[in-house]
């Protein structure tokens, strides 16, 4: 199928033709539907098949929505214990400082 829409694709740029677009928009729309199709098949499967669902689950939302499995944080145990102390917010301060060295605007 995808040797199929690359040769379209040739087609539709060498042709240059409304009739070869036309060809390649719609053959690429099924295209999309059938990866769309086999990615809703095997997320499908993975949580069939996993003892913990509700893992699985989220194993398959967390990188869709482009988050990390584990969200790390470049926070220092001083800094961490700065702002449990009350001290503040470290992340802020770490922005503040580098917005002198970027182009970043801060608003609050």
Known sequence: MKNKLEALQVVKTVRRD?????AYD????????KINEKIKENNENQIRKASNKS???????????GKSEEEKSDLTAGEMNEYLAGGGNPQLKKLIKLQSH???????
């Open 26 to 33: 719609i053959f690429k729309k099924i295209y999309n539907l």
């Open 102 to 108: 970027m182009r970043i605007t801060l608003k609050t």
């Open 55 to 65: 893992r699985a689950m989220w194993k398959i939302i967390k990188p869709a929505k």
């Open 18 to 22: 409304a009739e070869s677009k036309k």
